[in-house]
């Protein structure tokens, strides 16, 4: 009896610094952009914290898929309600000497969904599955 | 039968186990002892960079410009990314950090870039660079091989073929624009100075101890590259272009600190300190600010980071 004592005492000393999280609390987010049906690559999906603190960012894939990350290693966004920025928008790169570098890439996605944004979730602890299908006809 | 003089296995045992359990204990934190001594110097590099700063303004009466294209080229507008070798604020800075022969040998400011490199003898100092640019915690290797810079007749605008030359690395980054990196009309600590613009104390409206002057780029986080940054001298200064001279020598804040979900991340402050960076502030203060500081990544100056970086935004923030 008091040898499993000893052990279970012993097991616990060695676990030490394995559990307890470091850094705020995040729920992992994924989902998926359309833009008027059609999957939508290479945007800029951001989620503002209402409350304030960091925005955690993610650039959908070829499929419009995204993952939010919050800062290096850590995936998800802080708990809490978050509004929503999309944006396809890249500036166009001039050279020193007025040569277009590079041409960006024009605002696909409208006001509504950036700017003016309306688009809001709250983001719970565990899994988070947002897709959200954009409408630019109107 | 007299019980024989001696230890047991079991008692043996049990002694071996507690000492395994107390240098289990001790090894993690030995580690963390190390890393708190490379970042306490890598805070004593900045700080040095603080009163060099500082020194620079008493000379100059300005803050030095994150880098400095040759002025009689701009006007001719033969300065193409690529060719031009630009001088940057690390440079400048050389005599106020006890550098003066460096800096009288690559003739800072006096001859362009890339031709001060075009000499084998130079070339070889300012690949040694140093040591004060560097960060210990950094991972980055000691010639940076991922923002390369002209030399002689130069290279191709992104300067990856053989026009261009590694030289060192640096692991500090001026503050340029709270929101993208600006060549001209920037908020933030330092810039191109071919604009006429410049900074001061009496420009740092939002209080010296307010504002962001310097801080650090990681050389890799997460297995993500941010390349860190070259002393002394950069590539052409396309605007926010990752490739190109401005984001060697600055940073900006449009990109969360420690990012590593963009390509143009390697355009922000990172470093491989836990949970944050270091940063030096234009009263010459070192603060660590932790990644899960208030920010917000869009366009409007409107979180602490963003107020932190930009000079005059009217908000000058206390607790961060």
Redesign the interface.
Known sequence: MKRNAFLLG?AL??T??CFGS???QLGKVHGTVTLDGQPLAGA?V?F?PVA????S???TDAEGHFQL?F???AEGALLGEHSI?IHTFQ?R?????GKV??PGVPEKVPAKYN?ETELKRTIERGENNFDFDLDSTQ | MARSKGFTLVELLVVIAIIGVLIALLLPAVQQAREAARRMQCSNNLKQIGLALHNYHDVAKRFPPALQLDRARVLASNCPEGKCGTWTWSAFILPFVEQSNLYDQLQVGKLAGELSLGDADRLKSAEAGFDGYRCPSSTAPELNSERKVPAGSGGNTDCTDAGCLQIATSSYVGSNDSYNLERANWDGFMGRDSEGQYVNFARVTDGSSNTIAVGERAWMLAGFSLRASTQLIANGDTEDHSRQGYSYPAAAGRWPLNCTNNAACDRGFSSTHPGGALFLFVDGSVHFLAETIDHNTNSTTNSTYEYLIRRDDGNPVSNF
């Open positions: 012993l000393l060695l030490t610094g470091s850094g705020p800029t951001a503002d304030g603190g960091r925005t960012e993610a650039t990350q800062a290096a290693g920025r500036a790169v001039l050279t020193d000497n570098q590079d700017d």
